[in-house]
């Protein structure tokens, strides 16, 4: 399993980012995606999630209506497009994934993980 985030940057409040999370190693279809978000000396927060066929989607609250996360299943990629970003957005966001083995086990895989950082 390979999860590889991109589209991080330094960016102004107010403006916007998209990023993306190139998935392989899996039948990416199967599975809903999750994105992450962590800061220094804090938990990891769930930001965004989608369904296995992108019927749904759930936020945290502190980025309900600012923030849409999508999937393009041909492509094996999930996106998270940020709109109307404030400083306090800024942290590392994660790809994450959680699979199943045979066995019934579950087993988180994370991306390495890409910088946002909105400047005041």
């Known amino acids: 399993v390979q999860l590889v985030e991109s589209g991080g940057g330094l960016v102004q409040s107010g403006g916007s980012l998209r990023l993306s999370c190139a998935a392989s190693?899996?039948?990416?279809?199967?599975?809903?995606m999750r994105w992450h978000r962590q800061t220094p000396g804090k938990e990891r927060e769930l930001v965004a999630a989608?369904?296995?066929?992108?019927?749904?989607?759930n936020y945290a609250e502190s980025v309900k209506g600012r923030f849409t996360i999508s999937r393009d299943n041909a492509k094996n990629t999930v996106h998270l497009q940020m709109n109307s970003l404030k400083s306090e957005d800024t942290a590392v966001y994660y790809c994450?994934?959680?699979?199943?083995?045979?066995?019934?086990?579950?087993?988180?895989?994370w991306g390495q993980g890409t910088q946002v950082t909105v400047s005041s």
């Open positions: 190693g899996f039948p990416f279809s199967n599975y809903d």
């Open positions: 989608i369904s296995s066929a992108g019927g749904s989607t």
């Open positions: 994450n994934v959680e699979i199943r083995n045979l066995y019934g086990r579950s087993f988180e895989y």
